[in-house]
């Protein structure tokens, strides 16, 4: 055999492996996205008791419980739900970039969302309310807090509300997140912790009836379904799955369920809702 034959046969060795490599890469990566097809990828709140909250590998909360109900009324069962962590300060980038389909994560409905995404919905108003201990009936409203030591996590607006328009001269601890909020209050380190009422009622929850919520919402946010923007039909499709959670008494059920213990009830004067966003 001459060295040229050698050469050349060397060298179809080296390309035919090249393919090889090549192929299998194609191949895994065709695999790890094929994993969600067929399927609806769905963002919530990982951390927050009550609404989302991942635990031992499962998910739970009413917003999980709401988006399981429109994923079912969509045609998907549970299997075919791919649970996603949607951080509050990406989800409209997860959104825009088609990492999720929806999101349902206390994603309050505003104006200035609505530049970069759309929604359905809404599904829940909330209202900010106050935490505190079961026993202290000297705070029922946020016009109590001066002079007390108020809880709320770093970057919320809901301090600064309490603040500019209820009571100038309370103190502000703020926190990473809420559970390290009901830690201090249930430790004595402040008197309330604020923020949407359903959250406090999660946390409330949680508490084993150390903690309560005071049941005087004094703002609004409406709970939407966060989709990719300028998606109308999807929007109809998602709002009457919404409808029909509400008729069938799911919707209700759900509220009790993560709530259980608290005496926590929505707001009647806005709940439950009518979902015509997006159309």
């Given amino acids: 055999m001459s060295t040229v034959t050698m050469a050349v046969k060397r060298l179809w ?9 090549v192929a299998c890469i194609c191949s895994v990566a065709a695999c790890g996205s ?3 097809s067929g399927k609806i990828r769905i963002g919530i709140k990982f951390d927050q008791p009550g609404l989302g909250f991942k635990k031992s590998g ?7 419980d709401v988006a399981r109900y429109v994923a079912r009324q969509l045609g998907y069962s549970e299997d075919a739900i791919v649970w996603k962590e ?18 349902l994560a206390s994603y309050s409905i505003t104006d200035a969302r609505k530049n970069a995404v759309s929604f359905a919905g809404p599904y829940f108003v909330a209202g900010q309310d106050l935490l505190v201990r079961r026993g202290d009936d000297d705070i029922k409203g946020p016009e109590d807090l001066n002079g007390k030591r108020l809880c709320s996590v770093t970057g919320s607006t809901s301090a600064t509300t309490v603040k500019e328009k209820f009571a100038n001269e309370l103190q502000l601890m703020e926190q990473p997140g809420y559970a390290e909020c009901a830690t201090a209050l249930f430790s004595g380190i402040v008197d309330a912790v604020t923020t949407d009422d359903i959250i406090l009622a999660g ?13 005087k919402p004094f703002t609004q946010e409406y709970y939407g379904v966060g ?11 998602i709002n009457r799955a919404i409808e029909t959670m509400i008729r069938d008494g799911s919707w209700e059920r759900a509220i009790e369920d993560n709530t259980k213990g608290t005496g926590y009830r929505p707001n009647a004067e806005y709940n439950p809702p009518k979902p015509t966003e997006g159309e």
């Fill in 34 to 36: 094929g994993d969600e």
């Fill in 203 to 215: 946390l409330a929850s949680a508490s084993r009836g150390k903690l309560k919520v005071v049941g």
């Fill in 227 to 237: 989709i990719r923007k300028g998606d109308k039909a999807f929007a109809r499709k």
């Fill in 13 to 21: 060795k080296r390309l035919l492996a090249v393919v090889c490599v």
């Fill in 58 to 64: 499962t998910y739970v909360g009413f917003d999980v």
């Fill in 86 to 103: 949607a951080p509050s300060k990406q989800r409209e980038a997860m959104l825009q970039n088609g990492d999720v389909d929806m999101i």
